[in-house]
Each structure stands twice: as C-alpha cells, then as structure tokens.
C-alpha cells in the first residue's frame, strides 16, 4: 500500500499538492493550489457564487477528483487508495440524501445495512444510530420528548425541519465514524438559531475528533470555525488561517467586503499565490481505484427492502398506481360493448403506460441519494434490479387488477348480449402483459437515468409514448420497410401483436370444440370454430398489422416473425438493450 512519504506532518488529514481542475471545453474550476488541513480541524470553505467551492470539495473527497496534482487523505492517495479511503470519508451534498418517506430510525437503519460490514448485528447498529443522533443533538432527550410528542426516530424524514433534516443526512454519514466530514452548505436553509445549535454540535464532533470542512456564504459561521480557506473567482486559493485574521489580511472592515474584493478578478490575481511544489503527478485522466461492489446480494436485498419500504410509506401515490388500471380498465370497458382489437390495443398500450410511468421518476427524483451511495460502494446492477424488482410488482399488480376488469366486464357482456366474444385466457393474458409492463418499466427507468431532472423526463415520457402507439398497426397499417423496422423498437407493435396472437393461439389449441372465435371478423354473429374458415385468426386479422401483398413483393419483411415465440423474445431483446442503456447512463453519472 503506497503510504505517502513526502507527508510533512503526521497529523494531517487532508493535504493537497498542486491540484488543478479544468472542466470540459477548458474551463477552469480550480488554479493550482496546495492546502493542508490538521485533524480534527472545522474549517469554513468561503468564496463568491461560483468560485469553484464545491469543486474544491470534490476533489478533496473523490466526488470528482482533481485534473492534475495530488490529494492525500490520512497519509494515503486518495486515486491508488480509493476503496480504503472511502470509507474515511463522509460526504453531504448540498441536496438532502435521505428518502422523506421513511422514518429516521428506518433512514440510519438501512443505511447502515448498505454500508457496515455484511452482518453486522441489529444491536450494534442501534447503538451507532444512538451515538450519532446523541453527537448531533438529535436524541430524544434533547428534543424534548415531551407528552404526545413522536421519538425523533418514528418521525419520517418529511416531518422534520430543515435543519433536522440536514443533521439526518449528516447522521447517515456519521454511522461509518469517518474521520473527514466534507459538508457542502449544510447551513443554507437554516435560521440562525438553528444554526447556533447545528454548528455547536459540529465543534463538538470535531473536538471529539472528526474533521470537518464546509462550504459556506453565511459569514456568522466563522465564529464556530477554526479556520477558513477562501477562494477568489475563478478558483484562486487567496486565504488560509485564523477566521478573525481575514479582515486584516485583506485590510477591510467586513467579510463583505472581502467577498467584494475577491470578486474582482484583477485583485484576486494580486493575492494568489500558486503553490511553489511541483505537481507530483499528472493526471489528466484521473482513474479512482474503486467501484468494487460490496456483497451484492446483501446489497440488493437491502436495496429492495428499502425501496418496498418507501413505497409502502407513499400512501397516497400508492392509491393513485391502485387506481390508474381501475379508471382505465373502466373506461375500456365502458366504451367498448364487445371485445375488438381496439381493446386488445388499449389493454397492451395501458401494460407500457404501467410501466414507464411506473419508473420514470425514480432514479431522477433520488439522484443525489444515488450519487452519494455510488460514490461510496453501490453496485450499478444491484440498485437496477432492486428498483425492477419492486417496481415489476407493482406492474404485477395493475396488470391484474387491469385484465381482471377486462375479463370479467367482457365475459358477463359476452354472456349476455355478444356470447362468442369475450378475453381468454387470463393468467396467459396476465403473463404477457405483465412482461409488456415490465420491459415498459425498463423504458422509464432508462428515461429516469438519462436526463438530470424530473421536468426534463416528464416532457419525454410522452415523445416516448406516442410511437408506441402510432406504430402498433392500429392507427395504420406498417406499409414502408423503414417504418416496419422502426416499429421493431416499440413495445406497442409487439405487444399489440403478440396480445392479438395470444388469444389466436389459445383459440387454435382450445380443446372445447364449442369455443368461438374471440373476435369475429366481418360477421356480427361470430364465428364457431367448427366452421371457421380463417383458422382462429379473428384477432391478428382485425389488426392487419400488414399489407399481405407488400410482403410478397418484398417490401416487408413481415412474416418472419410470425408466431408468438418470436413476439416474446422481440420484448426481450428490446428489454436487454434496455438495460443496458440504463447501466450505460448510470455508469456515466460516476465523476470520471
Ligand atoms: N460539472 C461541471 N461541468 C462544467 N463546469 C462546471 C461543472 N461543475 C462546476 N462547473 C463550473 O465551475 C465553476 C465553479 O463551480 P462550483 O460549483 O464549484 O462553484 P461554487 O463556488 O461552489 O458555487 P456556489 O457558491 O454557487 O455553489 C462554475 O463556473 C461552474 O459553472
């Protein structure tokens, strides 16, 4: 293991050589500068909007490491020794990294699961959650757990204030006891009594111990700080020492008034001085050595649970997912009086809609949860399959409250006005339409992991949407061969298809020699089996998915995939390729 040699002091956490950090097209994040800080040190990182603090901090804590030069954490390289230095760190983005639906207890508890050792015992876990609520003043002694008022851990995280919140992003961190806490403006959104009581609790974990570096604005806060690192525009290291020394550095009256100064890039240049080391190293491609997942069936079951877990605690959007196959299996069955092909299409179409709307919030509306559990030792796979695994049975559900609705309404129908046509057979309609549902899932997680907020999703699920529906063959035949192949990438065509087959098919083996057609093709009474001239093709029929004639010219390939078999590992290839989009985009959201 490399240690670091040219370490000048043993009690140094964090020391940065000559770092530098240029952003895509050139643009400069940070000028060269070195920076040493002591353990158990709380130091201020201020600097006017934009100055590069949070990229500072990122390259210090391996979120988005330095372009060149180098960054020991306690004595280690943090690019060679990664894996073992993460695990030192703790790291709170400027967005809250907890889920609001689960309660505090549930918060600390699963991410202590994702984190500590594989068994770790539930005991030594509610001490930890114990000790960090107790180190930041979040115990049920010091929030007055007075009568009728809920213990801190039952409340759920959007319940609380805050600051309460940002202590319970903090917490999460603190259960792996890192000895660097890097904390991006955790005093933003908060009053300035809160404030007070926030950053005492923060000299008190780094008196006990950890050290801590915040990004702030908030000039009140150095009175808490041991020392302060300023940065001038465009990343300009321009300050290091005492807080109540920056005012005569920069012979000024007011913090203000350094900020002013230092936002006049002319003055910046005056009082930056470059580091005198040589960078040790360049690494102008920076490689973190990490990324090896810890237990991954652990992990996803954690995962999974967690996930469940929120859902559960969603009542609201729970009845609205309940309800959605109701409302539109409903009207399905109210517009429709006999069971046609535009049913067979709605039903496939609700299948995709169950599904992408289903996933297409859930990897952007936790992206900074993401980030942060990637950072430190999730596994792509693992969070892609925990969030199919719930999210498929929620499918799982609508698709059979949904077919059951179609079933029941059309049978009762058949029975009394329209006895040759009815759905059949429902669990192998359920089966199709519930891997329909889940490929569609595929499609919205892939949205959700593709685009960086929710507006920007929402705007495409229904440009996702619509080809599904124009290329199904209902709106209109499939007649070019470049529209056919496009439509070889919708789930609306194969589902569609595959549906109408479906019910061909269970026509065709049905032993009952009564059984009718399920739709009758130009004829109002229906066809009866025994005297069937179409071989039980009512359905795939009434879609005319093609012009038989432009497959025989060629025009088409058509007939090539004609059977169900061919339908179902269409959705599944269309399903990997899929998956392999989401890990593709993921895996473009790790910092290098
Ligand atoms: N991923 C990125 N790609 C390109 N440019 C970036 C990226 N992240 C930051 N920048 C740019 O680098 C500069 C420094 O940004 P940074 O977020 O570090 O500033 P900051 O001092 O933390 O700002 P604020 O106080 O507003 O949070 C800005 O000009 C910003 O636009």
């Known amino acids: 293991m490399p240690i670091n040699t040219n370490m000048k002091e043993k009690d140094l956490s964090i020391q940065a050589i000559g770092i530098t950090k240029k952003y895509p097209k050139n643009k400069i994040g940070l000028q060269p500068l070195s920076l040493e800080i002591k353990n158990k040190s709380f130091v201020a990182l201020m600097g006017p909007s934009g100055c590069g603090k949070s990229t500072l901090l990122k390259c210090l804590n391996g979120d988005n490491p330095a372009t060149s030069g180098e960054v020991y954490i306690n004595g280690l390289s943090l690019i060679d020794n990664y894996d073992l230095v993460k695990k030192s760190i703790g790291y709170v983005p400027q967005d809250d990294i907890i889920h609001r639906e689960l309660s505090v207890y549930k918060t600390l508890f699963y991410a202590a699961k994702l984190r500590l050792p594989d068994g770790t015992p539930k005991e030594e876990i509610d001490i930890r959650i114990n000790k960090v609520l107790k180190s930041l003043k979040l115990n049920q002694h010091d929030q007055g757990n007075q009568q009728g008022q809920k213990d801190i851990k039952d409340k759920k995280v959007k319940e609380l204030s805050g600051g309460q919140r940002k202590r319970i992003s903090i917490a999460v961190e603190l259960l792996t006891e890192p000895s660097i806490l890097f904390l991006d403006e955790?005093?933003?959104?908060?009053?300035?009594?809160?404030?007070?009581?926030?950053?005492?609790?923060?000299?008190?974990?780094?008196?006990?111990?950890?050290?801590?570096?915040?990004?702030?604005?908030?000039?009140?806060?150095?009175?808490?700080?041991?020392?302060?690192?300023?940065?001038?525009?465009?990343?300009?290291?321009?300050?290091?020492?005492?807080p109540n020394k920056i005012t005569e550095h920069f012979n000024v009256d007011s913090i203000i008034e350094v900020y002013s100064k230092m936002s006049d890039?002319?003055?910046?240049?005056?009082?930056?001085?470059p580091p005198k080391e040589d960078s040790h190293s360049l690494n102008l491609n920076p490689k973190l050595n990490k990324r090896r997942p810890d237990s991954s069936f652990q992990q996803l079951y954690w995962l999974a649970k967690r996930y469940l877990n929120i859902k559960l605690n969603d009542h609201s959007n729970l009845l609205l997912l309940l309800l959605q196959p109701i409302i539109i299996g409903g009207l399905v069955s109210l517009v429709f009086s006999e069971f046609r092909i535009g049913v067979i299409f709605l039903t496939a179409i609700s299948a995709i809609w169950f599904g992408v709307s289903n996933s297409a919030k859930e990897i952007v509306s936790e992206l900074p949860i993401y980030k942060r559990e990637r950072m430190y030792n999730l596994n792509i796979n693992t969070y892609i399959v925990s969030k199919l695994l719930i999210l498929s049975l929620i499918a799982l559900i609508q698709v059979v409250v949904f077919v059951a609705i179609i079933y029941f309404n059309f049978k009762i129908n058949a029975i009394t006005e329209f006895p040759e046509t009815y759905l059949r057979p429902f669990w192998e309609s359920v089966g199709f339409l519930f891997m329909i549902s889940c490929s569609a899932t595929l499609i919205g997680l892939f949205l959700s992991s593709y685009f960086s907020n929710t507006e920007k999703v929402m705007t495409v699920v229904p440009i996702t949407l619509m080809p599904q529906i124009m290329l199904a063959g209902v709106m209109t035949k499939l007649d070019t061969r470049f529209i056919e192949i496009l439509s070889?990438?919708?789930?609306?065509?194969?589902?569609?298809?595959?549906?109408?087959?479906?019910?061909?098919?269970y026509f065709e083996n049905s032993a009952i020699e009564t059984e009718s057609v399920l739709i009758p093709e130009f004829n109002p009474d229906g066809?009866?089996?025994?005297?069937?001239?179409?071989e039980a093709s009512g359905a795939l029929n009434q879609l005319g998915l093609y012009d038989e004639?432009?497959?025989?010219?060629?025009?088409?390939?058509?007939?090539?995939?004609?059977?169900?078999?061919?339908?179902?590992?269409?959705?599944?290839?269309?399903?990997?390729?899929?998956?392999?989009?989401?890990?593709i985009s993921l895996s473009k959201k790790d910092s290098i």
């Open 488 to 505: 070889f990438f919708t789930l609306g065509r194969w589902g569609t298809e595959g549906f109408a087959r479906l019910q061909d098919t």
């Open 186 to 242: 955790p005093t933003s959104p908060l009053d300035p009594e809160t404030i007070d009581s926030f950053l005492k609790s923060l000299r008190d974990l780094a008196q006990e111990g950890t050290t801590i570096i915040m990004v702030t604005h908030k000039p009140e806060d150095l009175n808490y700080v041991d020392e302060v690192v300023f940065l001038g525009v465009k990343g300009h290291l321009v300050y290091k020492g005492l």
């Open 549 to 583: 004639s432009l497959i025989d010219k060629g025009v088409l390939i058509g007939g090539a995939f004609n059977n169900l078999a061919t339908n179902v590992l269409a959705v599944l290839i269309l399903s990997f390729i899929m998956y392999l989009l989401i890990f």
């Open 527 to 534: 066809y009866h089996k025994n005297d069937c001239k179409c």
């Open 265 to 273: 890039l002319e003055k910046v240049k005056k009082n930056y001085h």
